[in-house]
């Protein structure tokens, strides 16, 4: 098995910052894209952003120029620093990650439990 296991959610104020991070652990040959997504109640997750193993970065046009994903392959983690945040922000984030149990087994797809990310006054 692999697990993920978000944290660095919380309470915030408009404007202020937060980190979250994502940690891998378990068996696992390698581990392909990351991804962090998000999800408002009673609607699908929503994809905030993705860094595949190559590293190139993607983001949705609502956080652009204000999320930054990145990834530690050494340590097997993603983090998401959000910063300018909004109060339509707020939502569970997800964690997500593309992950090989062997160098020729297919491809398997993980996700974290969520955390809250609040941004109100």
């Known amino acids: 098995q692999v697990q993920l296991v978000e944290s660095g959610g919380g309470l915030v104020q408009p404007g202020g910052s937060l980190r979250l991070s994502c940690a891998a652990s378990?068996?696992?040959?390698?581990?392909?894209?990351m991804v962090w997504y998000l999800q408002h109640p009673g609607k699908q997750r929503e994809l905030v952003a993705y860094?595949?193993?190559?590293?190139?970065?993607n983001y949705a046009d609502s956080v652009k120029g204000r999320f930054t994903i990145s990834r530690d392959n050494a340590k097997n983690t993603v983090s998401l620093q959000m910063n300018s945040l909004k109060p339509e922000d707020t939502a569970v984030y997800y964690c997500?990650?593309?992950?090989?149990?062997?160098?020729?087994?297919?491809?398997?797809?993980?996700w974290g439990q969520g955390t809250q990310v609040t941004v109100s006054s």
């Open positions: 997500y990650a593309d992950v090989a149990r062997t160098a020729s087994s297919t491809r398997l797809r993980y």
């Open positions: 378990g068996s696992f040959f390698s581990i392909y894209a």
């Open positions: 860094i595949p193993s190559g590293g190139n970065t």
